[in-house]
C-alpha cells in the first residue's frame, strides 16, 4: 500500500459534503434573511426595541450584510470540508448520533439542552481564546470588522476559527447521545439564536437582562455590546460562564453606550455609506 492509498478516504465524501453544503447554506440564508427582515439594524427601523448600541444613519446595513454573507459562505465551505472529511474517513464512526429507539422519547429534548449547554461552554472558551492577543488580529479580527453586525454575521469567520468552531459542534455529537432529529434541532435552534444575537434589535421585553431568568440567558443586546467594545459577555446562549469568570457586562453599564458614543472611524469603509 502506497502512502496516498493510505490517505485516501474509505468511504464515499462527496454525497455528505453536498447535502452538508446544502443544509448549512439554505438554513443559513432563511434563518440570517428570517432575522434580517425582522430587525433591519439601523435606528427607527425594524422590529422589536432599538438597543443602546444602534448605529447611526450613515450605517450602511446593505453593504454589511452583503460583506458578512460572502465571509460566511467561506466558513459554510470549512464546515462542508469538515463534515467531507468526517464520512471519508468514516470518522463520524466516533459521533454518538442514532436513528433507532435506543434511548427514551424523553431523552430528545434533554439532549438538546445538554447540547446547548455543552457547546455554550465549548464555544465560551474559544471565545475567549480568540481574544487573547495571539489570536485576535490575525483571526477573530474578521469576526469583529462588524462592529454593528447584521445577522448575516453569525457565520462571518476566518476559515481557522471557522475550523475550530466546527470542531466544537461535532465535539459535542460526539459526547452527547443524540437522535438525528435532535442533531438537527439542536443546529437550527443554535443558528436561530445566533442570528438573533448579531441582528442588532432586542426582541425580550424591557428589563429581561436584570430578571432572574433572564439574567442568565444571552441576548442581541449583550453580544452588540461585544462587538462595539471587543471585549465581555463571550457566551452564545448563555451567560452562566460570563457571571462565574467575572466577564459580564451587565444592563445597567449596556445602557450608558448611547449610540453617538459609537466612533466611525472604527467602522470598516465598506459599512459606510
Ligand atoms: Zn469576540
Ligand atoms: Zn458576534
Redesign the pocket.
Known amino acids: 500500500m502506497t502512502v496516498l492509498d493510505a490517505l485516501a478516504p474509505t468511504a464515499p465524501w462527496a454525497g455528505p459534503m453536498l447535502y452538508a453544503c446544502l443544509l448549512f447554506g439554505l438554513r443559513y440564508l432563511v434563518v440570517a434573511g428570517f432575522w434580517f427582515v425582522m430587525s433591519r439594524p439601523v435606528a427607527g427601523r425594524g422590529g422589536g426595541r432599538a438597543h443602546a448600541v444602534t448605529p447611526g444613519s450613515r450605517f450602511d446595513v446593505r453593504s454589511a450584510a452583503l460583506h458578512e454573507a460572502v465571509r460566511s459562505a467561506v466558513a459554510i465551505g470549512v464546515f462542508t470540508l469538515v463534515y467531507g472529511v468526517c464520512a471519508g474517513w468514516q470518522l463520524d464512526r466516533w459521533m454518538a448520533v442514532y436513528l433507532d429507539d435506543r434511548h427514551p422519547l424523553w431523552w430528545i429534548p434533554v439532549s438538546i439542552v445538554l447540547a446547548l449547554l455543552l457547546h455554550d461552554t465549548l464555544f465560551y472558551w474559544l ?1 475567549r481564546l ?2 487573547t492577543r495571539a489570536l485576535f488580529r490575525r483571526v ?1 479580527l474578521v ?2 470588522r462588524s462592529i454593528h453586525p447584521t445577522s448575516f454575521a453569525a457565520y462571518c469567520f476566518h476559515p481557522l476559527e471557522a475550523l475550530l468552531e466546527g470542531l466544537a459542534v461535532l465535539a459535542v455529537f460526539c459526547i452527547v447521545p443524540m437522535h438525528l432529529g435532535a442533531m438537527l434541532a439542536f443546529e437550527t435552534i443554535g443558528l436561530i439564536y445566533n442570528c438573533y444575537g448579531h441582528c442588532g434589535r432586542e426582541f425580550y421585553p424591557v428589563g429581561w437582562g436584570s430578571h432572574p431568568l433572564g439574567r442568565w440567558l444571552n441576548s442581541s443586546s449583550n453580544h452588540a455590546h ?1 462587538h462595539l467594545r ?1 471585549s465581555g459577555n ?1 457566551g452564545l446562549y448563555f451567560m452562566v460562564w460570563d457571571h462565574l469568570m467575572g466577564t459580564a457586562v451587565e444592563q445597567n453599564a449596556l445602557q450608558q453606550d448611547a449610540p453617538d458614543t459609537v466612533p466611525m472611524e472604527l467602522l470598516p469603509d465598506s459599512q459606510m455609506v
Open positions: 471565545h480568540m481574544h477573530h469576526h469583529h461585544h471587543g463571550y
